[in-house]
């Protein structure tokens, strides 16, 4: 990717295309987009807060396609008929995934982290770059949902942060194959299940991708995860659990707390107290990751727990949107059978 052309999004407003754009307006190019969203009146506040942060926003119809010194980003869902697709062939304006541009990125980093798996991604994506901003590397973070830590003012969608240091943290999706795109410092398996592809294809995929990686880390308590980790070079592996004690990252016995949970964490430099303010037994896993992946990165753990301590979560995962007349109203994104299980569980 070079600073000098001009990059537009087709479907600049959704979730995995509005932080990549921000990250590559940050990086010196020229950023525009359009949205069916934006042509039908809807999410107002996305698009209000992009023309803020200076991205140029144009009707689904080609028009803000004119040369070829443009690049039209496109997401995997947008189809060959859409009239921007259609401009670009007209003028002869490059096209390229999302994925692809984002794997460009990820792949120039000094130290990339790229967190995989069917569930927890986007939390274990927020929790790790959290703990490598408080330890002062400044990294760069790009998530498929907003990240409380990083939301401001300025910053009111904070689905992505743009950073000056040598890290870069990704959510990583197999869902589209593009998993097989990227080349990780550190390689972040949360866990593996039946969801978008066959279980044959997704243990090729993860197992791909964490080979590929210098560290791999892996949750020893997901039968899949774990059954990668012998086909690995025994000294590429980090492993985390929440009671397995041949784990590398290993949680004592927690403590819920009404809306948070406590736990002890010990590796081999020794152990740390975790006061999560996000409640559920899959937080506490998802705070292992984070924590051995940031290990694996030079982050000691008593620093990475306090970071942890001040993690406030990501938006709509558990929730809490207010109480009224004795019933407390929990937004969840939860949407296959082990995430509904596990907002159910906690």
């Known amino acids: 990717m070079t600073s000098q052309r001009a990059y537009f999004f087709c479907g600049v407003g959704g979730s995995g295309m509005t932080p990549l754009a921000l990250i590559v307006q940050a990086r010196g190019a ?53 009239p921007d697709v259609q401009a670009a062939r007209r003028v002869g304006a490059p096209i390229v995934t999302r994925a692809g541009l984002l794997a460009e990125l990820f792949n120039a980093a000094q130290m990339s982290v790229g967190v995989a798996g069917t569930s927890g991604k986007s939390t274990t994506t927020a929790m790790t770059g959290w703990i490598l901003a408080h330890a002062g590397l400044d990294p760069t973070i790009v998530n498929g949902a907003e990240m409380k830590n990083f939301t401001s003012a300025d910053m009111p969608l904070a689905s992505a942060k743009v950073g000056a240091g040598p890290a870069f943290v990704s959510e990583v999706d197999e869902s589209d194959g593009s998993i097989a795109h990227y080349r990780p410092t550190v390689a972040v398996v949360t866990n593996i299940s039946l969801d978008h592809k066959p279980m044959a294809e997704l243990r090729r995929l993860f197992g791909d991708f964490a080979a590929k990686a210098r560290t791999a880390v892996l949750n020893l308590d997901n039968e899949e995860t774990a059954q990668l980790i012998p086909v690995l070079p025994a000294d590429k592996v980090r492993t985390f659990s929440l009671h397995n004690p041949a784990a590398d990252v290993l949680a004592g016995p927690p403590v819920p707390e009404p ?30 990751a984070a924590i051995a992946a940031a290990g694996a990165l ?21 929730d809490v949107v207010g109480t009224s007349g004795g019933v407390t109203v929990i937004d969840d994104f939860a949407h296959n059978p082990d995430k509904l299980a596990a907002t159910l569980d906690t």
């Not at 004119?66 to 995997?76: F, K, M, P």
């Not at 590796?267 to 506490?284: C, F, I, M, R, W």
């Not at 306090?306 to 709509?316: D, E, I, P, W, Y």
């Open 30 to 82: 020229r950023v525009e987009g359009s949205d069916r969203a934006l042509d039908q009146g809807r999410n107002g506040a996305r698009f209000d807060f992009l023309r803020a942060q200076g991205v140029g926003l144009y009707p689904q119809d080609g028009s803000g396609l004119t040369g070829a010194d443009q690049t039209l980003v496109v997401s995997a869902a947008i189809e060959e008929t859409i």
């Open 259 to 288: 809306w948070g949970i406590v736990f002890s964490v010990r590796d081999h430099t020794g152990s740390a107290e975790v006061h999560l303010k996000t409640p559920g037994l899959h937080n506490v896993s998802n705070a292992l």
């Open 298 to 318: 030079g982050v000691g753990l008593e620093r990475a727990a306090q970071a942890l301590n001040a993690f406030s979560g990501v938006r709509r995962r558990m």
